[in-house]
């Protein structure tokens, strides 16, 4: 029998990191957010900030899917850039591993 399709697409898996924050201090939302299947990061220091970047990926997401759709094709690999702006871990190019 073949495995039935997931029932949570991965294109819409983020990980989100959240940093431990002193006791007094101005924001309790500081981390860093990576979508699954683009690898797409940014940090942020806001619960606003962190769902903004959620909303950018997933119109992104849904535009490469009704893309996909129209011409009924795959389409290429999306990078690490979101709307014009650069989501990239200094971590991460620091070790060689960034956009």
């Known amino acids: 029998m073949a495995p039935s399709p997931p029932s949570l697409p991965t ?3 983020f990980v989100v990191q959240f940093r431990l924050q002193p006791q007094g201090a101005s924001s309790r939302y500081d981390g860093r957010v990576e979508h699954f299947v ?3 990061v940014a940090r942020f220091h806001s619960l606003e900030e962190l769902l903004a970047f959620m909303i950018r990926v997933l119109a992104d997401v849904q535009q490469q899917r009704e893309h996909r ?3 009924g094709a795959p389409v290429a690999s999306w990078g690490r850039s979101v709307a014009g702006q650069s989501y990239t871990d ?3 190019a620091r070790e ?3 956009a």
Do not use: E, F, H, K
Request: net charge positive; hydrophobic share 20%; charged share 15%.
């Open 90 to 92: 200094p971590t991460r």
């Open 38 to 40: 683009s690898g797409q």
């Open 69 to 71: 759709g129209a011409i």
């Open 11 to 13: 294109n819409r898996v």
């Open 96 to 98: 060689g591993g960034g």
